[in-house]
């Protein structure tokens, strides 16, 4: 059995265009055209093209799908350099995450602050613009 290239694409969740960039970059050849000239994709490179898919999903670059699927390199080997890799993007990520939660807790310390010193300017100066007769803090225009 052979498969166009859309009848392809539906069934992988990939488009049309990215199947031909993966022929343009040497990752799926089709193995036959029409007489119209349309790619046709037998078992074989569907077969590829799953692997291709399984590769990406793990996060693998094209490059190195490319190499995996070329013997260039021990599958194994790619893997794990591939999750010593990700072990750095987590170990990155987790620091990210510490600094974004110290920064939103500060924040919304400073925004509880922020409130309760507006609660109290208005306390002080119960006029608006502060036109009562009463100065502003020395340390802060009065708004």
């Known amino acids: 059995m ?19 960039h993966y022929e343009r970059i040497g990752l799926l050849t089709p193995s036959g055209r029409t007489g119209g000239g349309h790619r046709l994709y037998d078992e074989a490179d569907v077969t590829r093209l799953y692997r291709v898919v399984a590769l990406r999903e793990l996060g693998l670059s094209l490059d190195a799908v490319g190499t995996a699927l070329a ?11 591939h999750l010593e890799h990700v ?32 609660s109290t300017d208005r306390l002080r100066h119960p006029c608006p613009g502060g036109r009562c007769g009463l100065t502003p803090l020395p340390d802060r225009p009065h708004t």
Do not use: C, I, N, Y
Not at 4 to 17: D, H, I, N, Q
Not at 71 to 81: K, Q
């Open 2 to 20: 052979a498969w166009k290239v859309g009848e392809l694409a539906r069934p992988t969740g990939l488009t049309v265009r990215t199947l031909h």
């Open 71 to 81: 013997g260039e390199l021990d599958l194994a080997d790619l893997l794990r350099s």
């Open 87 to 118: 072990g750095q993007q987590l170990t990155a990520l987790r620091a990210l995450h510490a600094r974004l939660s110290t920064l939103v807790s500060a924040a919304s310390r400073s925004s509880a602050s922020t409130a309760a010193r507006r």
